[in-house]
Each structure stands twice: as C-alpha cells, then as structure tokens.
T-cell receptor, first 112, second 114 residues
Framework: QKEVEQNSGPLSVPEGAIASLNCTYS??????FFWYRQYSGKSPELIMF????GDKEDGRFTAQLNKASQYVSLLIRDSQPSDSATYLC????????????FGRGTSLIVHP | EAGVTQSPTHLIKTRGQQATLRCSPI?????VYWYQQALGLGLQFLLW???????NRGNFPPRFSGRQFPNYSSELNVNALELEDSALYLC?????????????FGPGTRLTVL
C-alpha cells in the first residue's frame, strides 16, 4: 500500500521566518510530487509540483526532492500570517495512473 | 474563467438513503476526480472519470458509484448511506493526460448522514 506521511503539526513559526514542511513516501516508483495548500473550510489548491531530484523554486516557495531518501519538503521563506493553512503532500506514479496519494497534511501557523 | 463547481454545497441525509453529488469541470478539462475528505483521514481517492469512462477506482465499496456525462460533468452517487460517509466530497478536474499537474479542486459538498 502506498503511503505518504506528514507530521500533523501544528508547526508554529514567527512571521518572516522560514517554514519547513516535510513529507516521506513509501513507493519507490513514485515520480511526481505535489504540494497543496488548504485553508480552513476551503478546498486544496496546488502550489508546487516537482519531478526531479533537487530544488524547485517559485516565489517564496521551494520544493526539495530526494528520491534516494524518499523525502520531499516544502520551504516557505518570509512566512506571512496568510500562509497559515494545512499543507498537503501528494505523490503519484507514472504508467497511466495520475491518481495522487495524499498525506494527511501539516497544519502551519504563522504568528505575527 | 470559471472554476470547478459542485452542488449542492451541503447535503443532509439519514442512514440508508441515497445521495447524489454533482460536479462541473473547468472548460477544456476532460478528467474528473472524486475524493472524500473525512475528519482526521485526509483526502481519499474515490473515482476517476475521463472521456466518459471510469478509469480508476479507490478502495471504496460498490455503493459509491458515479458517471461522467458527454459534457464532462460528473455525478457521484452514494447508496445505502452510513454514518461514516459523513465527509467533505471534493471534485477535481484536469486537462487531458495531465493528471495532478493541472488538477483544480471544486469547493466541495459537505455530506452529513444522521
């Protein structure tokens, strides 16, 4: 069974700090990795995806992938109170299946 | 551009009844995915439809079923409702062949089973 593990948190960081969210996955055949942000009472929103080992940056967000360690992370620089949300990690394999397996999410609280 | 829409927003049913949830994808998106988000369990994949066909199914009993119409909208049916079916049901759509890379979620339908 494919599993995606995340620390449920909450992760509390001060405004302006770097928030680091981590995710591990069990399926070594995984090839696509996604981060979603979900505000309370809202639906998930895709914010980053990464396929290759290394870092991918988009604005204040950086996704890091290490396939050997089966580990993917999301860094949020200059965290803002508006970043307070639950962050979902999702992983999928190729081969015609585009169904991502989701972790349960990490709650992030950015306090002023 | 309009996003993914779902109806109804809230649905209250009693145990044993049937529920029908509806989803309209973003224009140009042919794939529709259904997920269940129950409290404390995270997002669980239910069904994937593409070009009118069921392409994949999650680990849910057969009383969860659905279909996709020629206009790519979709319907999720849950028969013989049980208390544990109470959850947020999310629909997502994506471009052909793009999967989660272009997956956008609708606002969800909150199903409460009493």
């Amino acid at each position: 069974q494919k599993e995606v593990e995340q620390n449920s948190g909450p992760l509390s960081v001060p405004e302006g700090a770097i928030a680091s969210l981590n995710c591990t996955y069990s399926d070594r055949g995984s090839q696509s990795f996604f981060w979603y942000r979900q505000y309370s009472g809202k639906s998930p929103e895709l914010i980053m995806f990464i396929y290759s080992n290394g870092d991918k940056e988009d604005g204040r967000f950086t996704a890091q992938l290490n396939k050997a360690s089966q580990y993917v992370s999301l860094l949020i620089r200059d965290s803002q109170p508006s970043d307070s949300a639950t962050y979902l990690c999702a992983v999928s394999t190729s081969g015609g299946s585009y169904i991502p397996t989701f972790g349960r999410g990490t709650s992030l609280i950015v306090h002023p | 551009e309009a996003g993914v829409t779902q109806s109804p927003t809230h649905l209250i049913k009693t145990r044993g009844q049937q529920a029908t949830l509806r989803c309209s994808p973003i224009s140009g998106h042919t794939s529709v995915y259904w997920y269940q988000q129950a409290l404390g369990l995270g997002l669980q994949f239910l069904l994937w439809y593409d070009e009118g066909e069921e392409r994949n199914r999650g680990n849910f009993p057969p009383r969860f079923s659905g279909r996709q119409f020629p206009n790519y909208s979709s319907e999720l049916n849950v028969n013989a409702l049980e208390l544990e079916d109470s959850a947020l049901y999310l629909c997502a759509s994506s471009l052909p062949g793009q999967g989660a890379r272009t997956q956008y979620f609708g606002p969800g339908t909150r199903l409460t089973v009493l």
